[in-house]
């Protein structure tokens, strides 16, 4: 079975400080990681995919397959990140896409 | 516009009546999906389908049942409802070209069973 985690419901983080948004998953095979985000009022959304290794509005994140994880990084926050992040699995074969419980992240001006 | 529609927005309806919430997608995807989201905005796959006449139970067991009977509609039918389904249901799409295509996701239908 796979299984998202997401440790922190909440994190609050002064604008201008690093943000890391921690994610770990469970998965006997090859997995696909994403990054999703839901603004107030908007649609949820993907941020970023691990495949693409790219930086979207700041944020990176690795996937590490020795710790299972996929934590996301930004090094400066910024007020527009103030947001509800999800950490999403997908998987070969059976495509069956699930998320993690979610992190609300506030930015403190 | 390709876009993935919801409807309705808001329902509020009474315990034991029958209710279809509506998901279209006019973006030629295969994949769909439907999501709870409960109070404390966590998400829960109800239900998923890999194309037409495919579905799948997902991980949080559900009353609802859905069907796939052409690629672009995903409708999810509760036969009698009571307040424990009361929340918001999300629906989404995506490419069937591999686990690593976005999902696409609909405005959402806040469901209130009194």
């Known amino acids: 079975a796979q299984r998202v985690t997401q440790p922190e419901k909440l994190l609050s983080v002064f604008k201008g400080a690093p943000v890391e948004l921690k994610c770990n998953y469970s998965?006997?095979?090859?997995?696909?990681l994403f990054w999703y985000v839901q603004y107030s009022r908007q649609r949820l959304q993907l941020l970023l995919r691990h495949i693409s290794r790219e930086s979207i509005k700041g944020f990176t994140a690795d996937l590490n397959k020795g710790e299972t994880s996929f934590h996301l990084k930004k090094p400066f926050a910024q007020e527009e990140d103030s947001a509800m992040y999800y950490c999403a699995l997908n998987s070969f074969g059976n495509e069956k896409l699930t998320f993690g419980t979610g992190t609300r992240l506030t930015i403190i001006p | 516009e390709a876009d993935i529609y919801q409807t309705p927005r808001y329902l509020v309806i009474g315990t034991g009546k029958k209710i279809t919430l509506e998901c279209s997608q006019t973006m030629g995807h295969d994949k769909m999906y439907w999501y709870q989201q409960d109070p404390g905005m966590e998400l829960h796959l109800i239900h998923y389908?890999?194309?037409?006449?495919?579905?799948e139970k997902g991980d949080l067991s559900s009353e609802s049942t859905v069907s796939r009977i052409r690629t672009e509609h995903f409708p999810l039918t509760l036969e009698s409802a009571r307040p424990s389904h009361t929340s918001q249901y999300l629906c989404a799409s995506a490419p069937g070209q591999g686990a690593n295509t976005e999902a696409f996701f609909g405005q959402g239908t806040r469901l209130t069973v009194v």
């Open positions: 389908s890999y194309g037409v006449n495919s579905t």
């Open positions: 998965y006997s095979g090859s997995p696909e």
